[in-house]
C-alpha cells in the first residue's frame, strides 16, 4: 500500500520500500506503433551508442558499442574478446532505443542478421568502413571492424510519434 511519505510496505508489511519516480496510471495506456522500416533505420542513423547481443556458450551476452551505419549495416570496432570470438558468423541483434520517462514515451529498433568481421579480404568494404565515423568510447586499439548484415529491422514506439 503506498503511503503519504512516498514508500510502500514490502511484501512482509514490516519495511518502507521506496517508490519515488513511481508512475501511477490514471488513464487508458497508449498502444505501441510498429515502426516501419525506413523509420526503423532512420532512427539507427540518429544515435551513434547501442547494444549488441551475441550468445556465448549457452548464454546471451548484452555489450554496448559505438556504432555507424553503412547503408542498412551496422559497422563497430572492437578489440579481441567476445564480440570477435563468438561474432564472425554468427547471428547477433543490434538494439537501440530512446525514451522520456516523464512522459511515458520512446521507441526501440533492434536489427538481426549475421556478424563479420570486416578485413582485406574486402578491400573496397573495408576502405568503405574505415571512412565511417566509428569513435569507440572504451580504450584500446579497437583494430577490428564488424559489422551486422541485417535480414530483419523492426521497431516499435509508445506514446506520442517524434516526441523522443
Same mark, same amino acid.
Given at each position: ?11 512482509? /508489511? ?16 497508449? %498502444? ?9 533505420? $532512420? ?42 570470438? %563468438?561474432?564472425? $558468423? ?12 516523464? $512522459? ?25 568502413? $574505415? ?8 580504450? /584500446? ?13 523492426? /521497431?516499435?514506439?509508445? /506514446? ?5
Amino acid at each position: 500500500m503506498i503511503g503519504s511519505e512516498g514508500t510502500d510496505r514490502d511484501r512482509r /508489511g514490516d519495511r518502507p520500500r521506496e517508490t519515488r519516480g513511481m508512475h501511477m496510471a490514471t488513464g487508458p495506456h497508449p %498502444q505501441l506503433e510498429v515502426i516501419d522500416r525506413d523509420e526503423c533505420l $532512420r532512427l539507427l542513423a540518429s544515435d551513434e551508442i547501442g547494444r549488441l547481443a551475441v550468445v556465448a556458450g549457452n548464454t546471451a551476452v548484452v555489450l554496448p558499442v559505438n556504432y555507424a551505419l553503412d547503408g542498412e549495416t551496422v559497422v563497430f570496432r572492437t578489440d579481441p574478446g567476445t564480440k570477435l570470438d %563468438q561474432g564472425p $558468423r554468427a547471428r547477433a541483434s543490434f538494439e537501440v532505443d530512446r525514451f522520456d520517462r516523464e $512522459r511515458r514515451t520512446g521507441w526501440s529498433v533492434v536489427a538481426t542478421g549475421r556478424l563479420e568481421e570486416v578485413t582485406l579480404y574486402d578491400a573496397a568494404t573495408f576502405d568503405r568502413v $574505415r571512412r565511417l565515423a566509428v569513435d569507440p568510447w572504451a580504450g /584500446g586499439d579497437k583494430a577490428h571492424w564488424m559489422r551486422l548484415i541485417p535480414d530483419r529491422v523492426t /521497431g516499435r514506439r509508445i /506514446g506520442e510519434r517524434g516526441s523522443s
